[in-house]
């Protein structure tokens, strides 16, 4: 897409302020899939080309709408988020910060990050998904009703991730942690949107057999109560899992591809921040004067701020 395109998309979309949902970046665990980087640094800075992979998700948040943010991980990377995110003001958000002592589960989130979520509703996305294409999210932010809200995305090795089952109408009827046979292709991505009722479900769920608090689990509640909503990603999106030496790579050598031949980033907060409104052009000049000379800044200058002006005249 070109900074002209984006443009329009987003005054097609409206600067759109997600009332009444707050979103949760969980970047905790132990990173053993990363071993030996995670000894130098949290899974979720280790870089995805040219920005920390934390940024991804953060992005993903506030082309949402999402403003009210909470960001969870463990006691010794804590501190390092905080040093990169601060409080989120430079992106027009806010940051809270939530320790993991041990990580138990996704859904754990939920419990760890309750005084956060209050009454609102909720959206929990993954510290190490990557998602790029179209408008799926954004759309499910602003026309979310209750319930929950989550993806299939077709993949080769479903028996790694969370299933989820379709009958013949596309309504989805099961959902599976890990199968060893799995009943369709179609996994459910780091991503998921909930009514305030998520976290009276997080606190009755029993501990899997891996000693774990599944977000499988709490998909399955919702889908007992019929009030689960499951949308396919089109063959245009895509969902990076970068959890993995070889799968960082691949996402960074995918971003790297995309940004090259469209001319655009992906997962750039500061200019997501100011497509929605968050920030205006006067504040995005200050945040990207303060930074150093670099390719991330040039483009910023470039791309973003000199072609407001230039659509602004």
């Known amino acids: 897409m070109t900074n002209n395109a984006a443009f329009l998309l987003a005054k097609r979309l409206g600067n759109f302020y997600a009332v009444g949902m707050k979103g949760i970046i969980l970047a905790g665990g132990a990173g053993s899939r990363l071993y030996p980087l995670t ?6 800075l280790q870089p995805v080309y040219d920005k920390p992979m934390v940024y991804y998700p953060l992005t993903t948040l506030i082309e949402g709408g999402i403003r009210e943010l909470c960001l969870i991980s463990t006691p010794q990377d804590l501190p390092r988020f905080q040093q990169l995110l601060g409080d989120g003001r430079r992106f027009g958000v806010s940051i809270e910060y939530r320790v993991q002592e041990k990580p138990a589960g996704i859904a754990q989130a ?5 005084s956060f979520i209050g009454q609102d509703n909720v959206t929990l996305i993954l510290g190490d998904n990557i998602f790029y294409g179209g408008d799926s999210f954004y759309r499910a932010f602003a026309d979310f009703k209750g319930g929950e809200t989550i993806y299939g995305y077709h993949v080769n090795d479903p028996e790694r991730y969370g299933v989820v089952e379709f009958d013949v109408q596309g309504k989805a009827v099961s959902i599976e942690e890990k199968p060893k046979q799995p009943k369709s292709n179609y996994a459910v991505p780091g991503l998921y949107i909930c009514d305030n009722s998520v976290v009276e479900i997080a606190k009755n769920l029993q501990p899997s057999a891996r000693g774990e608090l599944e977000i499988t689990a709490v998909n399955v509640e919702y889908l007992k109560r019929g009030q689960l909503r499951v949308q396919r990603l089109t063959r245009g999106f895509a969902w990076l899992d970068a959890g993995t030496s070889s ?7 995918y971003v790297q591809t995309i940004e090259k031949r469209a001319g655009i980033k992906i997962g750039c907060p500061e200019e997501a921040a100011f497509r929605q409104g968050f920030v205006s052009l006067e504040q995005l000049e200050k945040i990207v004067g303060a930074m150093p000379n670099c390719e991330y800044r040039t483009y910023l ?3 973003v701020v000199a072609e407001a002006k230039r659509l602004n005249q």
């Not at 000894?39 to 979720?44: D, H």
């Not at 939920?110 to 309750?114: D, G, N, P």
């Open 247 to 253: 799968s960082l790579h691949e996402a960074s050598a």
């Open 110 to 114: 939920f419990l760890i990050a309750e």
């Open 301 to 303: 200058e470039h791309e």
């Open 39 to 44: 000894l130098v640094a949290s899974k979720q």
